[in-house]
């Protein structure tokens, strides 16, 4: 019985690993074989041994993958590009928003004689060169006024040339004080932005109407 168990166990070492002989005869050939006997006398002093493991997965040769790194960088550069030219875009039509309609609110406050408000959305040195109270007089003197109703401001459209400029062109209507012609001009104002408000000129506003201006008059 003991004997029964030993061998079974040299069986199933042998049959779990198996080892490979090498060796070169004198014409220089490689030979194989897995049963030592067979190996002729004069060549076992120069067997080389392998083992060989029948669960061992074989290698395979595998030929790296080339790196995406820089496709990967491409993409991000190009979604990048793309999402700061969409963010330019935006911002740009925003500015041009807040100084058209600063505008409007500049041409209402004309509208209503309110000339005080008015001086206010004055640029820095349109104010510095004339004081509040005179700018107020010249406003009350000035034999035009602006049209009611549809007629004050349209078609308004706005051009940024930078964050802090503007040019606003609309169509305004300018009537006498007198009563008589409206004349609608088609006006472009320089906006500044001074200190997080959209300005203008004040003596744009003064002058106007011009008379060199293409108008259309209505009665």
Same mark, same amino acid.
């Given at each position: 019985?003991?004997?029964?168990?030993?061998?079974?166990?040299?069986? *199933?070492? #042998?049959?779990?690993?198996? =080892?490979? !002989?090498?060796?070169?005869? /004198?014409? %220089? @050939?490689?030979?194989?074989?897995?049963?030592?006997?067979?190996?002729?006398?004069?060549?076992?002093?120069?067997?080389?041994?392998?083992?060989?493991?029948?669960?061992?997965?074989?290698?395979?040769?595998?030929?790296?993958?080339?790196?995406?790194?820089?496709?990967?960088?491409?993409?991000?550069?190009?979604?990048?590009?793309?999402?700061?030219?969409?963010?330019?875009?935006?911002?740009?039509?925003?500015?041009?928003?807040?100084?058209?309609?600063?505008?409007?609110? *500049?041409? #209402?406050?004309?509208?209503? =004689?309110? !000339?005080?408000?008015?001086? /206010?959305? %004055? @640029?820095?040195?349109?104010?510095?060169?004339?004081?509040?109270?005179?700018?107020?007089?010249?406003?009350?003197?000035?034999?035009?006024?602006?049209?009611?109703?549809?007629?004050?401001?349209?078609?308004?459209?706005?051009?940024?040339?930078?964050?802090?400029?503007?040019?606003?062109?609309?169509?305004?209507?300018?009537?006498?004080?007198?009563?008589?012609?409206?004349?609608?001009?088609?006006?472009?104002?320089?906006?500044?932005?001074?200190?997080?408000?959209?300005?203008?000129?004040?003596?744009?506003?003064?002058?106007?109407?011009?008379?060199?201006?293409?108008?259309?008059?209505?009665?």
């Amino acid at each position: 019985m003991r004997i029964a168990v030993i061998l079974f166990i040299i069986f *199933i070492a #042998s049959t779990g690993r198996a =080892e490979t !002989y090498r060796w070169v005869d /004198e014409k %220089g @050939t490689e030979n194989f074989t897995s049963d030592y006997r067979s190996i002729p006398d004069k060549y076992r002093d120069q067997v080389k041994t392998k083992r060989d493991e029948p669960d061992a997965k074989p290698k395979i040769d595998e030929k790296p993958q080339k790196p995406l790194k820089k496709d990967i960088a491409k993409g991000s550069e190009k979604s990048s590009g793309k999402d700061r030219a969409g963010e330019q875009k935006a911002s740009k039509r925003r500015i041009e928003s807040d100084a058209a309609e600063a505008l409007q609110t *500049i041409i #209402s406050l004309w509208k209503d =004689e309110r !000339y005080e408000a008015l001086y /206010e959305y %004055g @640029t820095r040195s349109s104010r510095a060169g004339m004081a509040k109270e005179n700018f107020i007089h010249k406003m009350e003197k000035n034999s035009w006024g602006l049209a009611s109703s549809w007629e004050t401001i349209q078609n308004l459209e706005a051009e940024s040339k930078s964050p802090t400029v503007v040019y606003v062109t609309a169509k305004i209507g300018h009537k006498s004080k007198q009563g008589g012609n409206i004349k609608i001009l088609t006006e472009t104002f320089q906006m500044k932005l001074e200190n997080g408000v959209w300005k203008t000129d004040l003596s744009k506003i003064l002058k106007a109407p011009s008379g060199n201006r293409k108008a259309a008059r209505h009665h």
